[in-house]
């Protein structure tokens, strides 16, 4: 009731078209008025937010019909939730308690084509591929290498180097320009022509597209 009530108080830019009590009404809903975003909690009932995802995700690439956007939200503190929830190709996720305005910075980032995704839900994910990378991965968790053909061929023809990969770290670790001069003892200058780099070789738009498509494809280690 308070997400309902805080978006119909941004009517100037935002239009609630309709929700749905669970999983399978959202997807009918989804299908039929085919909106710009939609706002999947991950813990409906029937089947969860990360099935919904899959589902819609699917059927969008059969049809090519429209491209509704899904904002995932979920719990920070459950390591297979978020993971599972990374991997259903959702385009942006935010963790449950976030504010306000926040969710709305979020939800029309989304609507605009591009990523939002928590700090929290990043950290957890680079977690997941560190440990992947020295053969702790738990049984339990997820694969998160979800690029599509197009995103796997751009990388290949334009592979980041041994320092913008560096970089891409610190930006998936959520430092800034600055911290990231001062951690690899660059010049400030240094750090934005990587970062300029490493968002033209990953074909995004800023830094937190940036951090979604690395976690995606697992440059971070």
């Known amino acids: 009731m308070g997400l309902r009530t805080a978006l ?31 706002i999947v909690d991950i813990g409906l009932p029937d089947i969860d937010g990360i099935e919904l995802t899959r589902k819609l995700k699917q059927f969008q690439s059969e049809t090519a019909e429209f491209q509704t956007k899904v904002l995932i939200l979920t719990m920070h ?38 990523s939002w995704i928590d700090p929290a839900i990043a950290e957890i994910v680079l ?16 694969s998160i290498n979800a690029l599509t053909s197009e995103e796997e061929a ?3 023809a334009y592979p980041l180097t ?18 990231i001069a001062e951690k690899l003892y660059i010049s400030l ?5 990587h970062v300029r780099n490493i968002l033209d070789k990953l074909s995004v738009s800023d830094r937190t597209e940036a951090a979604v498509r690395a976690l995606r494809a697992g440059l971070v280690k």
């Not at 100037?12 to 997807?27: F, K, M, R, V």
């Not at 997941?128 to 339990?140: F, K, L």
């Not at 200058?189 to 022509?193: A, D, E, L, P």
């Open 77 to 114: 503190d459950d390591e297979l939730e978020v993971l599972s929830a990374f991997a259903a190709g959702a385009d942006s996720y935010c963790i449950k308690n976030i504010h306000i305005q926040q969710l709305l910075e979020a939800i029309k980032t989304t609507a605009e084509g591009q």
């Open 154 to 156: 751009i990388l290949q």
């Open 189 to 193: 200058g240094t750090v934005k022509t």
């Open 8 to 38: 119909q108080q941004e009517a100037d830019s935002i239009e609630l078209i309709e929700e749905a009590a669970n999983g399978t009404d959202g997807l009918r809903l989804l299908t039929t008025l085919k909106p710009d975003v939609a």
């Open 127 to 142: 977690q997941h591929i560190r440990q992947s990378d020295v053969g702790s991965q738990p049984q339990s968790t997820v």
């Open 162 to 179: 041994e320092r913008e990969l560096d970089v891409l770290e610190l930006i998936v670790g959520g430092y800034s320009n600055n911290q």
